[in-house]
């Protein structure tokens, strides 16, 4: 796999391929398979250039000799995605509404056959969507706060009522309230995630399969699941006709910009999906890139091990902060509860005065925690440091 470093020296660009470094002017392209980057316009020499006869010092003669072998900054995305959207064919024309290169390639990842995949602008748009179809307005959804608030915003759009069943006080299901709820109020669906965001807890198995016995549709959102050691429930939905599994490139793969996300749904459920979704939900740009993404598992499985290595290492250190209680967390964040007087919002007010942004909670489950994300040793290095100024 090639990842694409970028850095600039004067006004060129130079992209890093494992191999060599090539300067990218203004006026060049990337082009083909295999990182080849083709060269439309004038090369300038890295260093000393001769010029009638003179030599001419190049800025980067300056630089200390070790500095330039330095590693380049490297950016999220992989080479191939980059190198797809490049040299999009036809962006100026409609794209599949069925976006089948997508649908294919995501039932070669997942093992589920295609037709059981629909695709979204988004997982946002599949709550959205899933809502439309399924809630006449004054019906009700169960939420399970704390967690990922568009299921509240969607049902309030689609005019449905909300019964809250909040989470235990470490996260995870309350399955007798859920029980209950369900039997008093007759919701039409129920929202879970797994690994739920705001704290990263998964749900196993068996408690999966008590909700699922409920007479209520079961929305899995898994937008988190690679960063987690279990495994997608995408194929269970074959075998449960009340369950909907939604996935996401934004996570993943960092694609949150191109906005495709995906849902595995019953056969009996998924035509009037079809019916209801805008045609042209997915973008050109989008199907592309995620169709790249998928191309290379290998890179996908090799940030998701660093990410796993360095959330190990964040949260061992996170605990022996003396204010801060971390919660296990099987996502690419990790939950803190801010202790011993420390006031929560002002923590994250002066992280942000040292350049550290964390995310703070202003919710009723969620007041005086704050949240912060995996990312890499050097990340950690620094909000360590910055945390120690405090004790
Ligand atoms: C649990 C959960 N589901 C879905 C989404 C939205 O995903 P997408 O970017 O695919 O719309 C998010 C985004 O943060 C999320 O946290």
Redesign the pocket.
């Known amino acids: 796999m090639g990842v694409l470093d970028i850095y600039s020296a004067s006004s060129n660009c130079f992209f890093r391929t494992s191999s060599s470094h090539t300067p990218l002017t203004p006026g060049s392209a990337i082009l083909g398979n295999k990182n080849r980057v083709v060269s439309m316009a004038s090369v300038q020499p890295v260093d000393h250039q001769v010029n009638d006869g003179q030599q001419q010092v190049t800025g980067d003669s300056f630089i200390r000799p070790h500095f330039r072998k330095l590693s380049p900054y490297q950016p999220i995305l992989p080479f191939e995605v980059f190198e797809a959207l490049g040299s999009l064919k036809f962006p100026y024309i409609y794209p599949d509404p069925e976006s089948r290169r997508l649908r294919a390639a995501l039932a070669e990842d997942s093992g589920l056959e295609a037709k059981y995949i629909l695709v979204?602008?988004?997982?946002?748009?599949?709550?959205d969507l899933i809502m439309r179809c399924v809630l006449d307005p004054g019906d009700k959804i169960v939420d399970c706060p704390p967690?990922?608030t568009?299921y509240e915003f969607d049902a309030a759009v689609n005019a449905a009522g909300v019964i809250k069943v909040p989470r235990k006080s470490d996260f995870s299901l309350d399955l007798e309230l859920i029980k209950d709820a369900v039997e008093k109020e007759k919701p039409k669906c129920i929202f879970l995630?797994s690994?739920?965001?705001?704290d990263g807890s998964i749900i196993n198995d068996d408690d999966l399969l008590k909700i699922l016995k409920l007479p209520v549709l079961v929305i899995l959102?898994?937008?988190?699941v690679e960063f987690s050691t279990i495994e997608s429930r995408m194929q269970w939905v074959k075998k449960h006709e009340n369950l909907i599994v939604?996935?996401?490139?934004?996570?993943r793969a960092g694609l949150?910009g191109l906005?495709?996300?995906y849902g595995a749904f019953p056969l009996s459920i998924i035509e009037y999906l079809w019916r209801a979704k805008q045609p042209y939900n997915v973008s050109v740009a989008a199907e592309v890139s995620a169709c790249a993404a998928l191309k290379n598992p290998t890179y996908l499985e090799n940030v998701k091990d660093a990410l796993l290595k360095e959330r190990e290492r964040l949260y061992n250190l996170l605990k022996d902060v003396p204010f801060l209680n971390p919660f296990p967390s099987h996502s690419n964040f990790i939950l803190c509860k801010v202790t011993s007087g420390m006031d929560a919002k002002k923590l994250k007010e002066d992280l942000a005065k040292m350049g550290v942004m964390i995310r703070h909670y202003n919710s009723k489950e969620l007041k005086g925690f704050v949240r912060v994300s995996v990312g890499k040793p050097e990340h950690t290095d620094i909000l360590m440091d910055c945390l120690r100024r405090f004790y």
Request: hydrophobic letters at 35%; proline letters at 7%.
């Open positions: 979204g602008c988004g997982a946002d748009e599949l709550i967690t990922f568009m995630t690994p739920n965001n705001p959102d898994e937008a988190y939604l996935r996401t490139f934004s996570k949150a906005r495709v996300g």
